[in-house]
């Protein structure tokens, strides 16, 4: 059965397959890559209309026409059509419908299972309602895959001999991401990703229209609903025309006057200036995250429709000190790269040797109450893994009990990045039990294990007891049977084991304890220093800085045997 690659947009989606001659999009019944993520109800009131055909109705029907419901994905927001009110879901599911009959009809051939490309700030209930719709059109999700990771896929699947650190600006039609990856030896590595839900190219267009407006002595708001939506439209035009040209401008009639509507490239500056300002944050967000220094990019590639305008393209390259990099048509990378994910789900034998990692897009954790001069702070959140650890993970922290006489603790599994963990996304509950005693004697462990599957994995011991707990949270994840989810997770058992308890970090610590007793003076101290900054690295359970130290300290052991040892 085909598993294809979804780039479910705002604007537009695509469909693309992997096969032998690498990854390709699938046209749509009117032989187009672009799909409009429109929805229309017919003159009739019964038929519906998905892209091209809802999308030019739009002007002249808006009450018929719905469009960018992708912002309301994970909400519970309605949006109202011909009279009937439908869920975002529902409304994403028609496009994604849409896309499986024209994958079909182009392979001949039934398909049933899709990645589907998704924003990398896109939160749990986002993910899953993104799930939802594809099931409710008959597909199962293979996997989800961050929209700038599937673009730097294509991008490194293309070119994938290449050793360098490139970051992805992927600005869409509704959201803004951006990832900073590393490829080497066939390996593509997430280090960070970034993103705004709330800003994307249609940002950009209706503040164009309305300055288009101001600039007419138009009064927006005074504007009929058909009159908005067409110089909504006649912007879009007029900003894709300003990304190659010094003025663009259209005569057209809008509310009863003839009006010569014109731009120019300060003019779109001072328009956006605020929006031009917000794309910078998530840029700065993923460096921070990443810890790599903006001279160490090698590569900036844009991906998405917005990234064709100038003032885009010109930020770009002011940030990062270089000319940024399209990598072919940037409407069409996201799906490519779906399409490229969806060939290494199937084990494609023309992607034998390519390794994909991806980072945790948000952070996870537990509710606590943390003490402050005596007294507790309830309602706070303690990430366990923190949002753009590399996948897969596992961490672990202990946790005592506040108050006298306490018998259960309630463990709160949450998602997000708020310290105040009501604020956060509530992904599930372990009600563990601990014997009666003074406040903060009795204590747990609880450790999250998570992979890139979406699995997590939750247990928890109590110190004095020995008792444990576990759960396993599967709505992050995509779909897949009982036997692939016993199979990922008896794959993330390895990953439980405390790295202080691991054999090579335990051979490594007796040696330097051995050198510790042999040496004298200055010697000694300089290796005491070095064994407490191994297990304050064993303490943070990152695998790769526990990695880069444990690689340093054999160098330095062998180097004192051969100086010491006889």
């Not at 120019?264 to 460096?287: V, Y």
Request: glycine content about 6%; some cysteine.
């Amino acid at each position: 059965m085909t598993c294809v690659g979804i780039d479910l947009g705002t604007t537009n989606s695509l469909v693309a397959v992997f096969d032998e001659n690498g990854p390709r999009l699938l046209p749509n019944a009117l032989g187009e890559m672009l799909t409009p993520s429109v929805v229309g109800v017919a003159d009739d009131g019964r038929t519906m209309l998905i892209g091209k055909a809802a999308r030019m109705r739009m002007a002249r029907h808006p009450d018929l026409t719905a469009a960018r419901f992708k912002r309301l994905m994970g909400t519970t927001k309605k949006v109202s059509l011909g009279g009937r009110e439908y869920t975002p879901v529902e409304l994403s599911a028609m496009v994604l419908k849409s896309l499986k009959t024209d994958a079909e009809a182009a392979l001949g051939e039934p398909v049933s299972e899709a990645v589907i490309s998704v924003p990398a700030y896109f939160n749990g209930l986002q993910r899953q309602a993104t799930k939802d719709a594809a099931e409710i059109a008959g597909l199962k999700v293979r996997r989800l895959i961050n929209e700038p990771t599937a673009a730097a896929l294509a991008a490194g699947v293309l070119d994938r001999e290449a050793e360098s650190t490139f970051v992805v600006l992927d600005l869409g039609g509704g959201t803004f991401d951006v990832s900073i990856l590393e490829m080497f030896d066939g390996v593509m590595e997430v280090r960070a990703s970034s993103g705004d839900a709330w800003l994307g190219g249609e940002d950009f267009t209706a503040r164009i229209a309305q300055h288009l407006a101001q600039k007419a002595d138009m009064s927006w708001s005074a504007l009929s609903a058909p009159d908005r939506e067409k110089m909504v439209v006649l912007a879009d035009d007029i900003k894709r025309r300003l990304s190659t040209a010094e003025e663009s401008h259209v005569q057209t009639s809008i509310a009863g006057r003839e009006v010569t509507l014109s731009l120019t490239p300060d003019e779109f500056n001072d328009a956006t200036a605020d929006l031009l300002a917000r794309l910078r944050r998530p840029i700065e967000a993923s460096l921070y995250d990443s810890g790599i220094d903006i001279d160490d990019i090698d590569r900036v590639i844009l991906v998405g429709g917005a990234t064709r305008m100038a003032a885009v393209r010109a930020m770009a390259a002011r940030i990062f000190r270089q000319l940024p990099d399209r990598a072919g048509d940037p409407d069409h990378a996201i799906a490519l790269g779906a399409a490229v994910q969806a060939g290494l789900v199937a084990r494609h034998e023309g992607l034998k040797d390519v390794v994909m990692t991806d980072v945790s897009p948000f952070s996870l954790g537990i509710e606590v109450a943390n003490e402050i001069n005596g007294k507790f702070l309830e309602n706070r959140f303690q990430p366990l893994i923190e949002r753009n650890t590399i996948l897969p993970a596992s961490r672990s922290d202990s946790f005592a009990t506040v108050q006298n006489n306490q018998t259960r603790i309630k463990v709160k599994i949450l998602q997000g990045e708020s310290a105040i963990a009501s604020e956060n996304i509530m992904l599930g509950e372990i009600a563990v039990n601990v014997p009666r005693g003074e406040r903060g004697k009795e204590s747990i462990d609880v450790r999250f294990t998570y992979d890139v599957s979406g699995l997590l994995a939750v247990d928890v011991k109590v110190h004095s007891t020995g008792q444990n707990y576990s759960d396993v949270i599967d709505n992050l994840a995509a779909a897949m049977s009982e036997a692939e989810k016993a199979k990922r997770l008896k794959m993330m058992e390895a990953l439980k084991i405390d790295p202080r308890d691991q054999a090579e970090n335990v051979a490594l610590m007796e040696t330097l304890k051995h050198l510790h007793e042999m040496l004298l003076g200055e010697d000694r101290e300089y290796l005491q220093q070095l064994i407490h900054t191994f297990q304050a690295a064993l303490t943070t359970q990152d695998p790769r800085l526990i990695a880069a130290e444990r690689d340093k300290l054999h160098d330095i052991a062998r180097q004192i045997e051969e100086n010491y040892v006889i």
